[in-house]
């Protein structure tokens, strides 16, 4: 029942779209029909259309004449010439150098048979001064430096990663996990010399036959929450420095540590031409929580290499390697991965994917190689 009624109202919605375009069409069309004595299809009389003596007076005012002109746009046919002209009455005693204003990519004389100029080459004009959409990269230079920021932590940009893993051989060799982590970086102006980045990573977790055969988790793990506060002054390095928070919000027990913690983070970075290269730290400590889980010691070290090419192409490689020193175990994976930066309508988008190689894990841990993909919408600054 819920289906057929979201095709009724699917069905409903296309049925009044067309209406309306079609409405509109033919009111433009018979609006704005060609003069007959007129040689060019592109010359239009006013009067076809207006019938009363007080229409062809309001027509020569400039506001109305910019309406005429805007529904006659949507013309079909005005819509192949390269110009075209609008004759409208007026008075004897009105100086005839004198033309209503206009906005738009279209113009005309107040006299028929004269051609204002060359449709293509106003748009042109016109586009140059309205300048690209806000808030979306319009040249390949933008879309480098877009691309750029991403490879940046700290960078100036709203951005929501979306980033998906696969792990694999956990447990006791069966064993896979699925982690969805949501990335959202906030950065917010303090003052002219110093931002503060909020940067937060909120996983989403599937794991199978983990814990032991035969089980499955699904829920949220805990959430880190890091705060980097940074100079804007960014020569010769980018830098970084604030708190880091382990969240315990984990839905189920083995998704997460039941523990708050509290630890300092910081980054440091330099971008050249195309060229990002640096690293991000951060130590937690486990400062309360269930008492009967263990407690929290971990260093997190994540140095970075990426190139970002003309074409907003990035080539990248890191490692997210994890030092726990209650276990003394480390958890060094090998991170290449490749992205490109593309726009949907006025929105930037990136698109990555790469492996995901474990060079060394603790028992249970995940084997070989994973899967990562990494999908994200960027915000920037409107114009």
């Not at 009389?45 to 910019?66: I, P």
């Not at 979306?162 to 949501?182: E, I, K």
């Not at 209650?326 to 790469?354: A, C, D, E, T, Y």
């Not at 894990?361 to 915000?379: E, K, M, W, Y």
């Amino acid at each position: 029942m819920r289906n057929l009624e979201v095709k009724m109202l699917a069905s409903l919605s296309l049925t009044v779209v067309f209406s309306a375009l079609f409405a509109g069409n033919s009111f433009a069309q018979q609006a704005f029909r060609i003069s007959t004595a007129s040689k060019s299809p592109c010359a239009l009389d006013s009067g076809n259309a207006l019938t009363s003596t007080d229409q062809r007076e309001t027509v020569t005012q400039s506001g109305n004449a910019e309406v005429l002109l805007q529904l006659a746009s949507s013309s079909r046919e005005l819509q192949r010439c390269g110009f075209f002209s609008l004759a409208v009455p007026r008075d004897k005693d009105r100086d005839s150098t004198e033309r209503p204003r206009v906005s738009g990519f279209l113009s005309f004389e107040s006299t028929p048979g004269k051609h204002s100029g060359d449709a293509t080459k106003a748009a042109d004009e016109s586009s140059a001064k309205q300048g690209p959409p806000q808030g979306a990269p319009d040249t390949a230079a933008e879309a480098q430096e877009l691309a750029k920021k991403l490879s940046n932590p700290v960078a100036s940009l709203i951005s929501l990663p979306l980033q998906s893993n696969f792990d694999f051989g956990m447990g006791t060799g069966s064993g896979w996990r699925f982690t969805l982590n949501v990335q959202p970086v906030i950065p917010i102006k303090l003052n002219d010399k110093w931002n503060l980045i909020s940067r937060t990573i909120v996983p989403i977790i599937h794991q199978s036959n983990v814990t032991g055969p035969g089980t499955s988790q699904s829920g949220l793990g805990d959430t880190t929450q890091s705060l980097f506060f940074s100079p804007n002054k960014t020569v010769p390095f980018i830098w970084a420095i604030g708190p880091v928070i382990l969240i315990p919000t984990a839905t189920d027990a083995n998704l997460g540590t039941q523990k708050l913690g509290f630890g300092p983070t910081a980054l440091v970075l330099k971008q050249k031409e195309g060229w990002t290269y640096g690293i991000l730290a951060n130590h937690i400590w486990s400062v309360a929580g269930k008492s009967t889980r263990s407690r929290v010691s971990s260093t997190f070290l994540q140095p970075f290499l990426s190139y970002t090419t003309k074409r907003a192409w990035t080539y990248a490689i890191n490692t997210e390697s994890t030092y726990d020193w209650v276990s003394g175990n480390w958890s060094v994976p090998i991170n290449p991965l490749l992205s490109k930066l593309v726009r949907f309508g006025h929105q930037p988008m990136s698109f990555g994917g790469g492996v995901k190689c474990w060079a060394t894990v603790p028992t249970g841990g995940p084997r070989n190689c994973s899967l990562r993909i990494v999908v994200t919408a960027l915000f920037p600054k409107k114009k």
